[in-house]
């Protein structure tokens, strides 16, 4: 039998069904995706500065922003952004084509993002045509254009900007049952591995431990069959840390005879037990 989330696998007859990290993990994804859409449709300023939880969101995306299962969503939140950022609000599906090469349809990502109200759709004579929405342009009209940090500011905005999608996309799995898996994803695809990857590290914060082992890490989700060339690529996002550029989800990365430790920034731990204090509440309402 296989995990209808996460791939695990387990004997039994042929089928799925919902394993226990996927049982306690379930819950945490949805709230998170609460509160954030929460901020994102109503907070005036979005500023992932002050707002630790949208800096988590970008923090973990950016660890899988080369899987083929994620990386059109980056490259597509990017182009919108980017013009959001420079106040162009319609874009053509020429132009998206020219910028954006992808071999899938734009449909499915078009009926995604309208239903976020990321864009609505205006159909002319040839073409589709992407109009951005108030809440796109609230969300990258948040800083003053400052050309020496623009291209970084874009980046952590487009980060932010696919980190909602995808983590509506994770809510949406989170909703899946054994029997009824046929909750309609964008091209069919769950977000396996990001799945995998937040299970792990949120799940660890969640639970106040504040660092995990490569070996840890490899050994979970080995079990859920990630392959060993994407597991390289983790590992080696992990490793990399240098604040906005990329991830700043671990502080410190000890070696020790072989052995890697990585330890998580406080306020990832701060933000899990915020979400733990809430998943509790709404248990016991
Ligand atoms: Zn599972």
Not at 216 to 231: A, E, G, L, M
Request: a negative charge; charged letters at 25%.
């Amino acid at each position: 039998m296989i995990c209808v989330k996460c791939g695990l696998s387990k004997s039994g007859r042929n089928g799925f069904f919902i394993c226990d990290d996927c049982i306690e993990f379930s819950p945490i994804i949805q709230t998170v995706y609460q509160v954030i859409d929460e901020s994102i449709s109503n907070a005036e300023v979005i500023d992932p500065e002050t707002n630790r939880l949208l800096q988590l969101i970008a923090d973990c995306t950016f660890i899988t922003a080369n899987n083929p299962q994620t990386a059109i969503f980056y490259k597509i939140c990017e182009y919108i952004i980017h013009k959001a950022y420079s106040q162009e609000y319609e874009i053509t599906e020429n132009e998206l084509n020219k910028s954006v090469r992808t071999t899938r349809g734009w449909g499915e990502i078009f009926r995604l993002f309208q239903e976020l109200d990321l864009i609505s759709v205006r159909v002319e004579e040839y073409q589709r045509v992407l109009v951005l929405t108030d809440k796109t342009r609230k969300l990258a009209g948040q800083f003053d254009t400052d050309s020496s940090r623009s291209e970084q500011v874009i980046k952590r905005l487009a980060h932010i900007y696919a980190g909602y999608v995808l983590l509506h996309i994770l809510y949406e799995m989170s909703n899946m049952t054994p029997d009824e898996s046929e909750i309609h994803l964008p091209y069919g695809n769950k977000l396996k591995t990001l799945w995998n990857v937040l299970m792990f590290l949120w799940v660890k914060a969640y639970e106040g431990t504040d660092e995990f082992s490569d070996e840890d890490f490899v050994k979970f989700v080995s079990k859920r069959r990630i392959p060993s060339t994407t597991r390289g690529e983790l590992l080696r996002a992990l490793n990399t840390m240098s604040g906005r550029t990329v991830q700043g989800l671990i502080k410190d990365v000890v070696v020790n005879e072989g052995q890697i430790t990585f330890k998580l920034e406080d306020y990832v731990l701060i933000e899990m037990g915020r979400i733990r204090e809430r998943v509790r509440a709404d248990r016991e309402r």
